[in-house]
């Protein structure tokens, strides 16, 4: 109501100002939590320091639901700014696992590596 009393009017933000704060959040490291939360980090990080905060979930990339036979982070996994990752619940792995097929490749890496 006071903007109608004084005329102030929304300003629209700059479009070049917008472009940086595009490429800031591009430059960060993303941890994307279930509920849409996420955490940035602005330098390299090891995936045990994520992983030893959520002892109960599993570190993955993006394509986790695609190929959840290959995404998963292995702790010793340096992770470094630009990159996204999901924090998922190990049932959720282990589900998508029995739903997903193995990729022929991966089945027959992991026959020849058992004799």
Known sequence: ????????????????SALVLVEEGSAALRIVHMGGQVESYYMAVPASRVMEKYPSFVL????????PWEAVVRSEAILVPGQKFFVV?????TKLRRRIR??????????THDH
């Not at 109501?1 to 070049?16: D, V, Y």
């Not at 619940?89 to 792995?93: Q, V």
């Open 60 to 67: 993955a990339r993006p394509d986790i639901f695609r190929r």
């Open 1 to 16: 109501m006071l903007h109608k009393l004084f005329g102030a009017r929304k300003t629209k933000p700059n479009p070049s």
């Open 102 to 111: 193995k990729p022929y490749k991966v089945l027959l890496v992991h026959l």
């Open 89 to 93: 619940p190990r049932r959720t792995i």
